[in-house]
């Protein structure tokens, strides 16, 4: 029955706020919301502590019958193990504290019912994606939280830049998603069935078997898992398809958190976890899974290193932990990229919270470079962002830490101990981009709280600010590649000259509270559950478990344990030196790198590229169908060349209408004769 709440409620509470909308009103439609959200978070714990203590068995709560059309068949059922259970708790409680805090974030905003409905929407299609019992209602939830990550990104709809980014965000999702539906379709081929357990179990059985696939033959597990993976790549914003998330930044903070911190983003890994058993069948597709990931954890990390905007820093941190989380799995450490996804929700949640206060507080200003000094100001809220920046750094010494050290550093030792060429590369590329990380997130914290202040409309404000783009002013300021301006209110800049900043309401700061104590405890206090000697049992087959790479990763070297957190102690220094000791120094880095800084700080021009690659051919077919074929040929001989042929034939009628009666009666002798005619020869 909790299940059924767990699920449900979300759904019954979007339903009432947006079909009573404004009728309804502000504060009950956010009670409503917010009321049930948090009861199925009440529920969600206790399932989780009960796989956590060993009492509880993996379940299928069955809800209704849906298809039954020749051999396939498939029940709407609710599956609830260890890895729903994990999942339950990151979807509510995040979910729970976002809709808390959009009390505050969102008091001003006209059309605070549909905004509630919108969040409890996206959360019971999460819901529905991570119970899942067959792969067709995992792609319910999958397309379900994709529509719901569209109306909350263009949420600002008479924004054209909203609208334009939700429409990134769908299309890019539906390329990722094509490849997501034909995994299905082959997996349904080949299994003859859409049951996850039944699949995983024949999922052994089909190693060394080949499938006809593009007129050439393949290892059948090859091709499905690629094909599933390309919907992770979408959904989780892997490289290639990761254009959409910076983007997405456009919709409130409160969305940011939810979507691009904790929950949809992290669906892709989930479902790659689920499916842990077919990916183990293929040492390609794992390889391939671990570079991807490898490749965006480094990727990400560079952009991040050189964005302004306070959100799109985050943004990109969440694509960089994101791989992080992919290569863990393609090494085979399932335990531990579900560990940094648990984890991660709640310091990734705690920092886009964080930065919205920061924003609401500076006036909905984005841009770092307009902060300054503010740790007097909203102390809560810096105290708050200072734990989610030791978390996501990974700080913690002999075996003690934020959660990020936890995690994270499991992801990295267990690369390394996977002994192979994949998990090498892995490997260093999460060296390197620990590194950057603790660079930018300290750099945000300096840049932010510490310093002079640069908001109170002085001169210093535009030309004297710790630049590293300085070269280019028009382009910085208007929002193109920055984000400046993106989100949350223009004219931000002169709404700061002269602002005092101030502390956000406490239906704000009660999440950041909260979620401060899971990034600083979460890490140890589950750790031990997660990816320890025995954490086979609690995972209790809900994902492949390998202790053999537990015990390999008790061996490694101290050096290799003791590298992740070198780097992030010289990451802080560099952050350090450049933004609080020598502030010269960034733009002076940025001149001598010159064309690669302007690169990585263009985000490595994917979107130009795509550009060229996609937009302007599908631009210029449009055109070529539209004035040669639409208008050229399809109107002129169609619609135009009908109206043409009737109005000349019209003109030639109005001629034999005479009015004289002779010329009736000539034109009726004369058909006379013809029909005789006719009717002789014939």
């Known amino acids: 029955m909790s299940i059924l709440l767990i699920v449900f409620l979300p759904l019954l509470a979007a339903i009432i706020a947006g079909l009573g909308n404004k009728q309804l009103g502000n504060v009950p439609a956010k009670v409503i919301t917010t009321g049930a959200l948090f009861i199925a978070c009440g529920l969600s714990w206790p399932v989780f502590l009960g796989f956590l203590s060993g009492n509880a068995e993996a379940t299928v709560v069955p809800v209704l019958k849906w298809v039954a059309s020749g051999t396939l068949t498939f029940d709407w059922a609710l599956r609830v193990d260890t890895l729903t259970a994990v999942m339950l708790v990151v979807v509510t409680s995040v979910s729970a504290l976002v809709h808390l805090y959009s009390w505050g974030y969102m008091e001003e905003d006209p059309d605070q019912p549909r905004f509630f409905a919108y969040l409890s929407l996206f959360t019971f299609a999460m819901l529905m994606l991570v119970t899942a019992d067959n792969l067709v209602q995992m792609f319910f939830g999958w397309e379900g939280v994709g529509l719901a990550s569209y109306l909350l990104i263009g949420f600002w709809f008479r924004k054209p830049s909203a609208n334009a980014a939700a429409i990134k965000a769908f299309v890019v999702n539906r390329v990722g998603d094509l490849g997501f539906m034909l995994g299905i379709f082959g997996t349904f081929m080949v299994f003859g069935t859409v049951s996850i357990p039944e699949i995983l179990a024949a999922a052994p059985g089909m190693a060394g078997s080949t499938i006809g696939f593009l007129g050439m033959r393949f290892e059948t597990m090859t091709i499905l898992c690629l094909l599933l993976f390309i919907g992770a790549m979408g959904k989780s914003a892997q490289l290639g398809l990761h254009t959409w998330l910076p983007?997405?930044?456009?919709?409130?903070?409160?969305?940011?958190?939810?979507?691009?911190?904790?929950?949809?983003?992290?669906?892709?890994?989930?479902?790659?976890?689920?499916?842990?058993?077919?990916?183990?069948?293929?040492?390609?597709a794992m390889a391939f899974v671990t570079f991807i990931g490898a490749a965006t954890c480094f990727f990400a990390a560079?952009?991040?290193?050189?964005?302004?905007?306070?959100?799109?820093?985050?943004?990109?941190?969440?694509?960089?932990?994101?791989?992080?989380?992919?290569?863990?799995?393609?090494?085979?450490?399932?335990?531990?990229?579900?560990?940094?996804?648990?984890?991660?929700?709640?310091?990734?949640?705690?920092?886009?919270?964080?930065?919205?206060?920061?924003?609401?507080?500076?006036?909905?200003?984005?841009?770092?470079?307009?902060?300054?000094?503010?740790?007097?100001?909203?102390?809560?809220?810096?105290?708050?962002?200072?734990?989610?920046?030791?978390?996501?750094?990974?700080?913690?010494?002999?075996?003690?830490?934020?959660?990020?050290?936890?995690?994270?550093?499991?992801?990295?030792?267990?690369?390394?101990?996977?002994?192979?060429?994949?998990?090498?590369?892995?490997?260093?590329?999460?060296?390197?981009?620990?590194?950057?990380?603790?660079?930018?997130?300290?750099?945000?914290?300096?840049?932010?709280?510490?310093?002079?202040?640069?908001?109170?409309?002085?001169?210093?404000?535009?030309?004297?600010?710790?630049?590293?783009?300085?070269?280019?002013?028009?382009?910085?300021?208007?929002?193109?590649?920055?984000?400046?301006?993106?989100?949350?209110?223009?004219?931000?800049?002169?709404?700061?000259?002269?602002?005092?900043?101030?502390?956000?309401?406490?239906?704000?700061?009660?999440?950041?509270?909260?979620?401060?104590?899971?990034?600083?405890?979460?890490?140890?206090?589950?750790?031990?559950?997660?990816?320890?000697?025995?954490?086979?049992?609690?995972?209790?087959?809900?994902?492949?478990?390998?202790?053999?790479?537990?015990?390999?990763?008790?061996?490694?070297?101290?050096?290799?344990?003791?590298?992740?957190?070198?780097?992030?102690?010289?990451?802080?220094?560099?952050?350090?030196?450049?933004?609080?000791?020598?502030?010269?120094?960034?733009?002076?880095?940025?001149?001598?790198?010159?064309?690669?800084?302007?690169?990585?700080?263009?985000?490595?021009?994917?979107?130009?590229?795509?550009?060229?690659?996609?937009?302007?051919?599908?631009?210029?077919?449009?055109?070529?169908?539209?004035?040669?074929?639409d208008i050229g040929v399809i109107d002129r001989f169609g619609p135009d060349g009908a109206a043409w042929a009737v109005a000349k034939g019209s003109t030639y009628a109005q001629k034999v209408q005479s009015g004289y009666l002779y010329s009736y009666a000539l034109i009726m002798l004369l058909g006379l004769v013809g029909a005789i005619s006719w009717v002789i020869a014939g």
């Open 247 to 284: 983007d997405a930044m456009e919709g409130p903070t409160p969305v940011s958190a939810l979507i691009h911190a904790a929950t949809m983003v992290t669906a892709g890994v989930f479902m790659v976890c689920r499916l842990s058993p077919m990916f183990e069948v293929s040492p390609t």
């Open 302 to 629: 560079t952009i991040g290193c050189t964005q302004w905007d306070i959100k799109r820093v985050i943004a990109y941190s969440t694509c960089s932990q994101l791989g992080y989380m992919f290569f863990a799995a393609g090494v085979g450490a399932f335990g531990s990229a579900m560990f940094h996804l648990f984890t991660h929700a709640f310091f990734k949640a705690l920092l886009f919270l964080g930065a919205g206060s920061v924003i609401h507080a500076m006036h909905h200003e984005q841009d770092m470079r307009f902060y300054g000094n503010l740790r007097k100001h909203i102390p809560i809220t810096f105290w708050a962002m200072t734990a989610g920046t030791l978390a996501i750094t990974g700080v913690g010494v002999f075996g003690v830490g934020f959660a990020g050290f936890h995690s994270k550093d499991s992801i990295l030792e267990a690369a390394y101990a996977s002994g192979t060429s994949m998990g090498n590369f892995a490997f260093w590329m999460g060296i390197l981009a620990a590194l950057m990380t603790s660079f930018y997130s300290w750099r945000l914290v300096f840049l932010t709280f510490f310093g002079k202040p640069r908001w109170a409309g002085s001169e210093h404000v535009q030309h004297a600010v710790h630049g590293d783009h300085h070269d280019h002013p028009d382009e910085e300021h208007s929002g193109e590649d920055t984000g400046h301006h993106s989100s949350e209110g223009a004219d931000a800049h002169e709404g700061t000259a002269g602002y005092h900043p101030h502390e956000s309401p406490w239906v704000m700061l009660v999440p950041l509270v909260l979620l401060s104590m899971g990034a600083v405890f979460a890490g140890f206090v589950f750790q031990h559950a997660f990816v320890s000697d025995g954490s086979g049992e609690f995972w209790k087959g809900a994902l492949v478990f390998h202790e053999h790479l537990i015990h390999a990763m008790h061996a490694l070297p101290e050096l290799i344990k003791w590298t992740p957190f070198i780097v992030m102690i010289i990451g802080l220094a560099l952050a350090w030196y450049g933004y609080i000791r020598n502030t010269s120094f960034p733009a002076a880095a940025a001149e001598q790198l010159g064309p690669v800084y302007t690169f990585v700080y263009r985000k490595w021009m994917f979107d130009e590229l795509y550009h060229y690659m996609f937009v302007v051919p599908a631009f210029w077919i449009g055109r070529v169908f539209w004035k040669i074929l």
